[in-house]
C-alpha cells in the first residue's frame, strides 16, 4: 500500500508527486498520457524565459517527481474505491493500487471523482464546465481524497496548477504527519 497514489502527471500531479515523495511518502503517480499542458506551447512559466512546449514540461515533471522518488504508472484509472486509509485504485488494464490517500489532478476532468461519489459543482475558468469542490487545503467531500490544479478550480496555467499541486501535497504530508510541512533546502554556508 502507498501513501498517496496521484492521479494525473501533468503539472499539478506531478508537484504535488515531488513534494509527497521528498517528505519520505510512498507516492505512486497514475498518467493517461493526456491531458491539455501536452498540447501546449509554455511562454509564460517563471524560470523559462525562453518557453517550453507543453510535452517536454510534463516530461521534465515526471523525471523529477521520479529523482524524488515517486513510481510513475503509465494507465488510465477508472474507479476509486474503499474509504479514506484503504483506497483502491483500480486501472483500466486491471492492476490495482492501494494507498491511504487519493489526489486528482486529472484537468479537465471530473469523470473520476463523480464516480467515487466526490462532489462536484459548476466551473469558474473558460470552458471548464464542472470542477470538484475542495475546501481551502483541497479535501473534497470524500475524506481521504484531495483535489488539486484544474480540476479542483485553479487557473489553467501551468505555474498556477503546479503551484497548487504542491500546496495540496503539503496539506496532505501535514495531515498524515500531525504537524505543519516545510521543504527547504538551504544553499551550503559560504566558505
Same mark, same amino acid.
Request: proline residues 4%; aromatic residues 2%.
Given at each position: 500500500?502507498?501513501?498517496?497514489?496521484?492521479?494525473?502527471?501533468?503539472?499539478?500531479?506531478?508537484? !504535488?508527486?515531488?513534494?509527497?515523495?521528498? &517528505? #519520505?511518502?510512498? =507516492? *505512486?503517480?497514475?498518467?493517461? /498520457?493526456?491531458?491539455? +499542458?501536452?498540447?501546449?506551447?509554455?511562454?509564460?512559466h517563471?524560470?523559462?524565459?525562453?518557453?517550453?512546449?507543453?510535452?517536454?514540461?510534463?516530461?521534465?515533471?515526471?523525471?523529477?517527481?521520479?529523482?524524488?522518488?515517486?513510481?510513475?504508472?503509465?494507465?488510465? !484509472?477508472?474507479?476509486?474505491?474503499g474509504? &479514506? #486509509?484503504?483506497? =483502491? *485504485?483500480?486501472?483500466?488494464? /486491471?492492476?490495482?493500487? +492501494?494507498?491511504?490517500?487519493?489526489?486528482?489532478?486529472?484537468?479537465?476532468?471530473?469523470?473520476?471523482?463523480?464516480?467515487?461519489?466526490?462532489?462536484?459543482?459548476?466551473?469558474?475558468e473558460?470552458?471548464?464546465?464542472?470542477?470538484?469542490?475542495?475546501?481551502?487545503?483541497?479535501?473534497?467531500?470524500?475524506?481521504?481524497?484531495?483535489a488539486?490544479?484544474?480540476?479542483?478550480?485553479?487557473?489553467?496555467?501551468?505555474?498556477?496548477?503546479?503551484?497548487?499541486?504542491?500546496?495540496?501535497?503539503?496539506?496532505?504530508?501535514?495531515?498524515?504527519?500531525?504537524?505543519?510541512?516545510?521543504?527547504h533546502?538551504?544553499?551550503?554556508?559560504?566558505?
Amino acid at each position: 500500500m502507498s501513501d498517496v497514489v496521484i492521479i494525473g502527471g501533468g503539472p499539478a500531479g506531478a508537484s !504535488a508527486a515531488i513534494f509527497t515523495a521528498r &517528505a #519520505g511518502l510512498s =507516492t *505512486v503517480v497514475v498518467d493517461e /498520457g493526456k491531458g491539455i +499542458t501536452r498540447r501546449a506551447e509554455v511562454n509564460n512559466h517563471l524560470g523559462l524565459p525562453e518557453g517550453i512546449s507543453g510535452p517536454e514540461l510534463v516530461t521534465r515533471g515526471r523525471q523529477h517527481a521520479e529523482k524524488s522518488g515517486a513510481t510513475w504508472v503509465e494507465g488510465a !484509472a477508472e474507479a476509486i474505491e474503499g474509504s &479514506a #486509509g484503504a483506497f =483502491t *485504485v483500480r486501472l483500466a488494464d /486491471g492492476r490495482e493500487l +492501494t494507498a491511504a490517500h487519493v489526489v486528482l489532478a486529472t484537468g479537465t476532468s471530473v469523470t473520476l471523482a463523480e464516480a467515487a461519489g466526490v462532489a462536484t459543482v459548476p466551473g469558474t475558468e473558460p470552458r471548464i464546465k464542472q470542477i470538484v469542490s475542495v475546501d481551502a487545503d483541497g479535501r473534497t467531500s470524500v475524506p481521504g481524497i484531495w483535489a488539486a490544479g484544474t480540476v479542483a478550480g485553479v487557473s489553467v496555467h501551468t505555474i498556477v496548477t503546479a503551484g497548487d499541486g504542491a500546496r495540496v501535497a503539503i496539506n496532505v504530508i501535514s495531515e498524515v504527519r500531525g504537524e505543519r510541512h516545510v521543504d527547504h533546502d538551504v544553499l551550503p554556508a559560504a566558505g
